[in-house]
């Protein structure tokens, strides 16, 4: 069945990922398996947290997910 | 002259510390806190990265007591306005407030800013309500067009970042001290303790490490060391030294000598 799926390609921190259409911004961070509490870019504007569960992906949608690290 | 209350006003915080740490660099999480613990720091720096997929090792906030200690992310590694802009709303996303190191890059290898779109993206930053710290150059005219914009303290270089090469330029320092109306904080180039008293000695409101003691044989003992001599420097500031002279000046009477 997975073949007659349809699916679409975003761009999630610079790495295409195949996704299926009504997939949102929760759902790829929990497909992360992140320990870390993140911030969410789409397209060059923060997705704020409140709107990850609603956020739907479109087709090249660019995501940048990101942390906090050790820095100076 | 008392130095027990001796507090400073950056933006609507009062921070009584004069001594700022970045988390970079360490061994370990377990250094990073001792060592951040020593320093005296109650403000911290920290950067914003990519997450990786699947990371179960423990995080820099995992070394950071956020309840101690007050979170300030930096734009390090930008090289434009619009990518300093966005590393800043992401860090106000994350729940870090209204803080930011603005760092605009400007050459790879010196790391030295790019005065020019470091005061572009500051302006960006003020009106959008940000409490903007900026890295810049030890230039007068960048730090007064940086204050102009609003600005909450200037962060001139005493050195590349990293360098640990000390006070490069004081009299540019002390030419940004006359004018500047908000704090001056030096930033990069601190190497060992000797160098954060000079900044301190010539009226900075604080300093910024990070390298300076991540690098150090022993970390927690230069951190030690930091503290003591950021806290030096500002109390012989603050009691004003003795003018210099080109000649001896005898400390002990010259009468009543033995014959």
Not at chain 1, 36 to 55: C, I, K, L, M
Not at chain 2, 3 to 22: F, K
Request: with cysteine; glycine share 8%; aromatic share 4%.
């Amino acid at each position: 069945m997975s073949e007659t799926t349809p699916q679409f390609e975003v761009h999630v921190n610079g790495e295409l990922r195949s996704v299926r259409p009504g997939t949102t911004v929760a759902d790829v961070v929990a497909e992360l398996d992140l320990a870390d509490r993140v911030a969410v870019e789409r397209n060059r504007q923060v997705v704020p947290r409140a709107e990850h569960g609603s956020t739907e992906l479109s087709p090249g949608d660019r995501l940048e997910v990101v942390t906090l690290v050790g820095g100076g | 002259m008392n130095s027990a209350s001796d507090t400073w006003q950056l933006g609507h915080r009062t921070m009584s510390s004069r001594i700022l740490v970045g988390t970079g660099k360490y061994a370990s999480n377990e250094q990073a806190r001792e060592a951040i613990a020593a320093s005296g720091a109650e403000m911290v720096t920290v950067a914003l990265r990519r997450a990786e997929p699947g990371r179960s090792t423990p995080s820099v906030l995992d070394a950071i007591d956020t309840e101690r200690y007050i979170l300030l992310p930096n734009t390090a590694g930008c090289y434009s306005v619009e990518d300093a802009v966005r590393t800043a709303e992401l860090s106000r996303e994350l729940g870090l407030g209204d803080l930011v190191k603005l760092e605009v890059i400007g050459d790879p290898k010196t790391l030295y800013p790019d005065n020019a779109a470091t005061i572009e993206a500051a302006r960006t930053l003020v009106d959008r309500g940000f409490t903007v710290l900026p890295y810049c150059s030890d230039d007068l005219v960048t730090c007064k067009r940086l204050v102009e914009v609003g600005c909450a303290a200037v962060m001139p270089l005493a050195a590349p970042i990293g360098s640990g090469l000390g006070i490069r330029n004081p009299h540019n320092i002390r030419l940004i001290l006359e004018e500047s109306s908000v704090p001056v904080i030096v930033d990069a180039g601190v190497g060992t303790a000797s160098d954060a008293a000079v900044a301190m000695e010539l009226g900075c409101t604080a300093v910024l490490m990070n390298t300076g003691i991540a690098g150090a044989k022993h970390p927690v003992l230069m951190a030690e060391a930091m503290r003591e001599a950021t806290s030096a420097g500002r109390k012989a500031y603050l009691a004003g030294r003795m003018a210099q002279k080109p000649y001896a000046t005898a400390s002990s009477p010259e009468a009543g000598l033995i014959e």
